[in-house]
């Protein structure tokens, strides 16, 4: 069977590409600097975007886009579909700034937009804009949408947040206001990741999970629906009546290429320009620098590698247990000889680019004498095959990642050795993506995994999804928290720091919470990923960024260098 | 004939109602399923999960859910996939083309080297040719139609560009040289198994019939040696292809796959092999019940062929 990546469903958990972090990425692009291609920068910013929307960009994604109603549940690479032919409310760039797409202004508790106590927002749109079919778009446009997702009979992507809104009210074709039921701070950031839907189409559709629109969607986006070629490309063409900047490329392919090789390959022979999701993987990276007439950018991503435990498991339930384990990895080694030194070293889960990001929560320190001492302070004492017991429980558990993906298993396997030291028995256990990360992982059927997640709310370094003692699936919580991790000074310091608009509070709150997380250790933190992909030289206007799922995100700006 | 044909289609639909249901009892016992998609998207909850697991139908019990798909495929609805709500027969018509492009072309050029190789080695038995066909014919059969693949492309595309590293065309062409130009590769690489194979079975079934007494007969005739080459050898020694092209039908198929995700070629192959990731029942059973159609079709036709070509055969 070809590849690992391709048979993941969800990128999140799943991806297995080895990233980069900032300090290391000064260096590549100083490699890349160095190796001839920043030489084109200097043509880079002397050419100008053409007049008119000029040629085409081929875009390469491993995994196929399906889903055209954004408010579906959909994966990553559907959203870097969305981002070209819908627009948010706002959306965060790649410095993390909130910039206005259809409303006027970004709404704050400065400018009045949103009420002192948090509990009332009003939000002005931009007028003019209209729809690919030449309708206006109008705030009924923005309830709609919002009245959708909190429609019982929808297949909605997500209620969060928006289940807290009340009384949405068109006020004039272009302000409307609405109540929250409690202040909700990520409420700003979950809007960047809402693309609007056109109330004059989904409105009149019968049952809105299966309305046609959903496979030729209507956007107010920089590109319009073009044609699906089922299994292999989507083409979208320019809106001549967009409202924001651009569009100067007069088409774009979303090309499905369901092999990372394969797709490297075609990135090598010239058949895409630009390497999308899942991008290069790291044993292709040296290879990838020395290309002509190609940029390859190492950027940040959001993820986080870690081993996730099941702490209602009885080997997880001791701290310091947990502790040892930490103390017993050689991340150092995972990254450097598994990953190619490419990601950074982690011991959080915020991704080091958030403002929430706590820089002195402890590192990761790998010290086996210690985990042992610790082990045998906690009386946890050598059994049979030297495997440690403890009151009838053995220190034995299984690990599990997404089976076929070869970096995550030599990763695993340099773990079981490092913990078979310690006395502490692993034993591999992988599967298919379709059941791993099914019922398996989200009921918490699991003892352990290996896993990459994105922990925020969008852009929002909110947690509350993964840590919150009420987000446990498994007991009939909303969200992921499937460690079943249970602390209620990090319940009540993420549920302060999500009510609060006031940043310099909410930080207090995170960066508490991120210490006492780090001190109880549900999961064990590896490292941050990085992205490692690659547009041709001339392709003007790509910019990775920590706040999108998919780099796709500003398309409309993008451009050949004359 | 008419019995034969009435007796091969009761049989035939048979045979389709016991793969259905095998196929429907494979596919929902494995493990996970298609609600793994939806499981972790974050603030999913569980109530939103029972919503879509009702609206999918994926509540009820599986005798039930069976009894649903068989009941809609009796009145020809192959019902819609998960992935991107199209009906199973709109998404399977989608991806048929490329698929029949690449088996149409490969098969052409598997039968006409295979017949090559096979007669040459054949005739010329233990000469030099016919040991580097033979082991030629094992390496074929060895290699990983995958990593084959991969080094086509990196010495034929990377290396020289002489030809484009997969694809059906090449965006904003689309003319006919565009199309046959990215045929060459995918379909050169999918053939190499079945010459390999051909070639073998057609030299074996070659050297049976060089020895019939007919052949000893016509040679001490003093007819020609092309002659008997032509019209007494190769023609009784292609009967038995027939069964065997017959046979082949499905390892075309099968072969597609791994072919068409190397070729990032979009047709059944790589469909079944995304549908089965994501568990998307109506497609998996669709392309299932389609691929058992065809390959019964090509049994039936692969007899009837051989009944038409051989008078000693009586179907009846």
Redesign the interface.
Known sequence: M?DDA??D??L??TMDISRLSRRRLLGATAAVGASGLLLPGAARAASAPPKRPTG?V?IGFSQ?P??FNPLM?H?EVDQGVHWNLFSPLWLANEKGDLVPELAAEVPTITNGGISKDGLSWRVKLRPGVKWHDGQPFTADDVKFSFDLLNN??F??????GYELMRDITVVSPTELTWKMSKPYAPMVSILCWTFMVPAHILGKAADP??SPF??APVGTGAFMWKQR?????I?LAANPHYFGTGPYLE?I?F?????L??MF??F??G?IDYIGLQGITADHYNQAKKLKDRVVVVGPAPFIESITMNLSKPQFKERAVREALYYGMDNKTIVEQIYYGLPKLTSTYLPTQSWAYNPHVAPHVYDPAKAKSILDAAGWKPGSGGIREKNGVRLSFQNSTTAGNHVREQAQQLLQQNWQDIGVEMKIKN????????????MSHYDSVMVGEDFM?GPDPDVS?YFLSSAI?AK?G???NTMEYVNHDVDKLLTDGAETFDRAKRKADYWKAAEIIRHDLPQLPIFQYATIEGTKKNLIGYKPSVYVSTNTWNVNTWYWAA | MTRFLLRRLMQSLVLLWLVSIIGFAVLHLA??????????????????LK??AH?MGLDRPLPVQYWEWFRRMLVGNWG?SY????PVLD?IA??IGPTLELMVSSTIIAVVLGTWVGVLGAIRRYSVFDYLATVGAMIALSIPT?WFG?VV??IF??KL?WL?????Y???NGSFLDYAVHLIAPSVVLALVTIAIWSRYLRASMLEVVNQDYIRTARAKGVPERTILFRHTIRNALLPMITIAGLQLPTLLSGAL?TE????W??MG??F??SI???DYPVVMGILMFSAILVLLGNLIADLLYAAADPRIRLD
């Open positions: 070809p391709r048979s469903l969800r999140s958990p085409h081929v196929e399906t889903v549940p994966i019982p009979k297949r909605a992507w997500s209620r969060n999970n299966t959903n496979q070629v089922p299994g292999d490309h083409t088409e392919i090309k499905y290429i369901p092999d090789t394969v390959t075609q090598q022979t058949s599967m298919p993506p379709a059941v791993i990360w099914g019922d398996y992982f989200n709310t999804q699936p009939g909303a969200g992921q | 493990p996970g399923g298609p609600l793994a998609e939806f499981t972790l998207i974050p603030g999913m909850t569980p109530a939103q919503l879509i609206q819609r992935r991107d709500s199209q998404v989608a991806h995958f991969l492309i990196y595309s990377v560009a484009p590293a997969g694809n059906l090449t965006v904003g791994v995700t190397v070729f990032t979009p047709g790589r469909l092999l995304d990731g994501y568990r």
